[in-house]
């Protein structure tokens, strides 16, 4: 190739290419406008999603806390519980217990005689409700 073929040749490639290169920039910028839409799309949903998880979260953590109200069921799973109260035969000592009541659910004092009575029998009112009031959070 003589010289001024290559000069041709090289002129008319670098014209081919300019409008070539205007169009790739073109391009280039249109993706990154593109890439960066996407890219504010993912965050915005990110940010929502934790948003939405952080406030589930929040809600479950106040429906099961400690510091919820208990509520009450009324029968209680110990078998001890659901025996009558019998407050014993007329012992020489008598004082003063608590026993579960399954027809009012509730914890009720009574004079123990301290002979022939069953397993229901309490102390105090704390150990009875401990023993026989099932709890749960609600």
């Given amino acids: 190739m003589t010289p ?3 000069a041709l040749l090289e002129s008319q490639w670098t014209e081919i290419q300019k409008p070539h290169s205007r169009t790739s920039s073109r391009q280039k910028h ?3 406008i593109r890439y960066r839409r996407w890219l ?13 998880l952080l406030l ?3 809600y479950f953590m106040h429906v099961y806390s400690n510091e919820n109200p208990q509520k009450d069921f009324p029968d209680s799973a110990n078998p001890i519980c659901l025996l009558p109260i019998q407050t014993g035969s007329d012992c020489q000592v008598h004082t003063q217990h608590w026993g579960w009541d399954s027809r009012t659910h509730s914890c009720k004092q009574f004079i123990y005689g301290e002979c022939n009575s069953n397993k229901n029998n309490f102390l105090t009112k704390e150990k009875c409700e401990e023993v026989c009031k099932i709890r749960i959070n609600v």
Avoid at 40 to 52: D, S
């Fill in 30 to 32: 249109e993706h990154v």
């Fill in 40 to 52: 504010a799309f993912l965050i915005a949903f990110g940010i929502l999603l934790t948003l939405i």
């Fill in 4 to 6: 001024d073929e290559e």
């Fill in 56 to 58: 589930g979260a929040s």
